[in-house]
């Protein structure tokens, strides 16, 4: 159900006015949030939009009061629970959230049975020594007076309602006995289990695949028009924004920069910001500026890395008294070849064995099968994969790893020259006294100033932690970077920074790169070639052009299918009735 | 998330954002640690006697009057009348009124108004050997008139003072804790970091044979390898015996801790990332693992100091440990164990008060250190 287009406004069912959110630091106080005013509508989607540290997960927590160590200082949180769709305001008394104590009852009243939230992160949310339908029926007596047996029924059919396969079996499970997308099936489930008015949704996908997060949208979709709740949800993807929302609120710095109805942001941003953000995200629905890439020697060269039939299964035993020996096959018979100066890229969902067979190359893990060959600098080939693979350490300056999350992947204790020059010290590549330079020169490649060199991580954003990591994969004048999901820890519009990087490195020293990712689009994006894993297995590879433009395994159509793109117009979950503004 | 981000680092005129070192944001974090900072200064001072004990001491701790068994503490008088009656800073002591129930042989001491001791600061004393090297005839606090004692807290059975012997005391009691730790981190240390660096066969082992340790019953075990020490050895011999007794034992639980934190440590990514730099072993351990867990080793040797200490105590109040001539807080609750002294001196119990104070002291300073250790936890 998007808002009903007639005339006559749906009852606002919560009101953010003038709302002011504080975080006491070591010195000083961080203003989270700085006057936002926000309308939320009975039966409406409200997206709010914003990079990291915009304010726009604390303005939604703000709602609830569950912003501690943080505090509410300013403003009105009004909630009306009489609101209903297609009536006028509602005439019975609003409710000034941020009035009530926030540990008191009657906020504790509203919290899960009239106003519910789900968040990023299901597995934090979900307590591990429980089961989903222990959970799920506390959450259910907590607000109800029911007997366990009602409750156990009205749970199971909570589960069926958010698609739980067998869910009379599913509730006797353990979280982590679940995948993520049911985990946050699950939350979504006991945060129905009072059929609330309104649902806070904070990056409920971000933690997700992008074939689990369509999923999820489309079930968040259909539950609201079947509840007829508001939802308000938190995003930093204009592609959801554009698949999910009836009004756009873009935060910034803590503040509401825009918003309003969301075919008319999309269409017409008044703000550069607004623009930038869905610049950033339609980036990816095509190809990067790869031209100057293709392959110095052509297809005809010889490859600089040939995989053959690699396998890896990770083994252990279950059961306490009865052992039970346990395998789970991460690789199974990868092929594939990388010419030199080719990015190609590997795209599958987590679980799929591609960040697996990413260490395998660089002989974090140990194969139980296969090889890969590796053509050095001086034209020898070494098999990256046997046992003694990386014996003549300086192979390790001509392969380089660029990691996923940029705040696990510095030492915190080290400055950022300590972590460039390290493989320069040690491969020995350039004097003592010309370490500095050299350091200085990594850091302007990646946009970065020369005089950062003396800080520690931790003064760095994720985007800037991301380059000075790629200026230490970059440090040795490598032959091969394998870069793991470079880029999915970070917001849409980095994103595509980093890529651009990334190409243009890669363009100027004829790198040949094999890029990671769970975004078909990323890898489209960014790579002449693409390999599609699925359960350790390669199920298709090729020209990427080719493949997303006519995928031959079901698989591949289906990946391509649930990547969000930035465009009300394109957005495929709506309901083909409920008539869209096009 | 928002507290990571570039907008919260706290911007200052002093030096550029992110250039604190990480020892730096250690100390910024336990410096809001209020009890801790307090008993970090506690200790200290404590240090400090410990280092200056025979200066601070009023007295010989081993000179004995039998005049004045169980003489009950003096207090310290700080203002004294002149001749014309008006009020002049001049502290003094008063002496000691003696009188003997000729029945039952017991003395009982009473404070004698008219006579007054003057106290003085600096002033001269027999000469002596500070530290046991450097010569000095001064003290912080003597007592004016020969042969008359400076009795703060009371004396003991054999009319010793209990002020000086507490204080010569700590330094013993002090340093079996320090001494004790350092062995058992070093040998915690070794073992504990190949176990969890190295992992596999040697890791089990390593742990079966820390498990099989921690089980044996420790009151037993000290007293059964004190009692094996030959009773003829010098006194500084036996309180190396009896520190290397306790760290036998300590080293148990720093090793799981240092063990702990190499497994954390091992598949992080920044090491990952180093190892795939090409860092030797060496130089993965002592250049990425140690730093990131030398505060928290810190922490954890300074929560065991404590039980170092309380065992040192036990020890010796056993009759296990140090002994007379050796001077520390356990053979000084020796004195202690009979109820009757207890009761008719109790100023005997505080040397307990001293080791209450140090024990809390370097609990409170751990914990608070224990919180500071790692600055970039969230």
């Known amino acids: 159900m998007t808002a009903p287009p007639g005339p006559a406004p749906a009852a606002e069912v919560l009101a953010i006015v003038d709302l002011e959110t504080h975080f006491p630091l070591n010195r000083g106080t961080l203003k989270a949030v700085e006057g936002v005013s926000l309308t939320l509508r009975a039966g409406e989607t409200l997206c709010v939009v914003g990079e990291s540290g915009s304010g726009k997960s604390v303005t939604a927590r703000s709602i609830l009061n569950i912003v501690k160590p943080g505090r509410i200082v300013g403003g009105h949180i009004w909630f009306r629970p009489d609101a209903v769709i297609g009536a006028g305001n509602g005439n019975g008394p609003a409710i000034d959230l941020c009035a009530l104590d926030p540990d008191g009852p009657r906020l504790r009243a509203i919290r899960g049975a009239r106003i519910a939230m789900i968040f990023q992160e299901p597995m934090s949310a979900l307590s591990p020594m429980h089961t989903i339908g222990q959970q799920i029926i506390e959450a259910v007596r907590l607000h109800r007076a029911m007997d366990k047996q009602e409750a156990r029924a009205r749970a199971i059919e909570l589960l069926r309602q958010v698609q739980f396969r067998e869910p009379e079996t599913a509730i006797d499970r353990y979280p982590f006995q679940l995948s993520g997308g049911m985990r946050q099936r699950a939350l979504i489930a006991m945060a129905l289990s009072c059929q609330p008015q309104v649902l806070i949704a904070d990056e409920p996908t971000t933690a997700l695949d992008v074939t689990t997060q369509a999923e999820i949208l489309s079930l968040i979709r259909s539950l609201q028009q079947r509840y007829g709740m508001a939802v308000l949800l938190v995003t930093h993807d204009m592609g959801v924004v554009a698949e999910m929302a009836d009004r756009v609120a873009v935060m910034q710095g803590g503040r509401v920069i825009e918003h309003g109805p969301v075919d008319a942001v999309f269409r017409a941003p008044r703000e550069a910001h607004t623009r930038r953000l869905i610049e950033a995200a339609r980036l990816l629905e095509r190809r990067g500026d790869r031209a100057a890439g293709t392959p110095a020697g052509g297809p005809g060269q010889a490859p600089i890395l040939s995989v053959r039939g690699l396998c890896l299964a990770f083994r252990g035993t279950t059961g306490f008294l009865r052992r039970r020996a346990t395998a789970v096959h991460a690789l199974r018979d990868v092929s594939f070849d990388v010419a030199p100066g080719e990015a190609l890229g590997i795209v599958g969902e987590s679980g799929s064995g591609k960040t697996t067979l990413a260490r395998a190359l660089l002989g974090i893990h140990r194969v139980d099968a296969g090889q890969a060959r590796f053509r050095r600098a001086d034209g020898s080939l070494v098999d990256l994969c046997a046992r003694q693979g990386y014996a003549d350490r300086s192979l390790y300056a001509e392969i380089r790893m660029i990691f996923q999350d940029p705040f696990a992947a510095l030492n915190p204790r080290q400055t950022v020259e300590q972590i460039i020059a390290e493989p320069l010290r040690i491969h020995r590549l350039c004097q003592r006294s010309g370490i500095g330079d050299r350091v200085a020169a990594l850091l302007r490649d990646v946009d970065l100033s020369a005089d950062v060199m003396d800080r520690y991580p931790h003064a760095f954003s994720g985007g800037q932690r991301q380059r000075i990591g790629i200026a230490r994969a970059m440090a040795t004048n490598p032959r091969l970077v394998v870069a793991d999901e470079p880029t999915s820890a970070l917001d849409g519009s980095l994103r595509a920074q980093i890529l651009d990087l990334l190409l243009e490195l890669r363009n100027r020293l004829g790198l040949s790169i094999i890029l990671i990712s769970h975004d078909i689009g990323v890898v489209r994006y960014f790579c002449e070639r693409m390999a599609v894993m699925r359960q350790g297995e390669l199920v298709e590879i090729g020209a990427s052009d080719q493949i997303c433009d006519a995928p031959r395994h079901p698989y591949t159509a289906e990946l391509l299918a649930a990547v969000p793109r930035a465009g009300p117009r394109h957005a495929r979950l709506r309901d083909p009735d409920a008539a869209g503004p096009d | ?378």
């Open chain 2, 1 to 378: 998330m928002l507290t990571r981000s570039g907008d919260a680092a706290p911007r200052g005129p002093r030096r550029p954002t992110g250039t604190e070192s990480p020892w730096a944001l250690v100390w910024g974090r336990f410096r809001h640690h209020r009890l801790a900072l307090v008993s970090g200064v506690i200790l200290a001072l404590l240090y400090l006697s410990a280092i200056f004990a025979e200066f601070l001491a009023p007295g010989d701790p081993q000179a004995y009057n039998a005049r004045y068994t169980f003489a009950p503490p003096q207090s310290i008088h700080l203002l004294d009348r002149d001749e014309d009656g008006s009020l002049v800073f001049r502290p003094y002591v008063h002496g000691y009124a003696v009188t003997v129930d000729p029945e039952a042989m017991r003395r009982t001491f009473a404070i004698d108004p008219d006579k007054k001791h003057p106290l003085r600061l600096l002033g001269r004393s027999e000469p002596y050997l500070l530290m046991g090297f450097i010569p000095m005839q001064r003290k912080l606090l003597t007592i004016e008139g020969q042969g008359t004692p400076l009795l703060l807290l009371g004396a003991d059975r054999l009319g010793r003072d209990v002020l000086s012997r507490l204080i010569i005391g700590t330094r013993v009691s002090l340093s079996v804790g320090l001494v004790g730790v350092v062995l058992s981190l070093a040998i915690g240390l070794v073992v504990g970091g190949l176990s969890g660096y190295h992992g596999g066969l040697l890791d089990l082992v390593v742990q079966r044979v820390i498990e099989f340790l921690r089980s044996v019953p420790t009151i037993p075990l000290w007293m059964g390898l004190a009692a094996a020490l030959p009773r003829d050895w010098p006194p500084l011999t036996i309180y190396f015996a009896i520190t290397v007794i306790l760290s036998l034992v300590g080293w148990t639980e720093l090793a799981r801790v240092v063990r702990g934190r190499f497994l954390a440590l091992k598949t992080e990514d920044y090491v990952t990332a180093a190892r795939l730099d090409g860092a030797s072993d060496l130089s993965l351990v002592f250049r990425h693992m140690m730093p990131a867990f030398s505060s928290h080793i810190i922490a954890a040797a300074s929560l065991a100091i404590p039980a170092m200490i309380l065992a040192e105590t036990s020890l010796s109040f056993l009759g296990l440990g140090l002994q007379a001539p050796i001077i520390s807080w356990g053979v000084l609750l020796q004195e202690a164990q009979n109820l009757r002294s207890v009761a008719t001196a109790p100023w005997l119990l505080w040397p307990a008060a001293a080791m209450i104070v140090a024990v809390l002291a370097m609990n409170f300073l751990g914990d608070g250190l224990r919180d500071a250790a790692d600055p970039y936890a969230t």
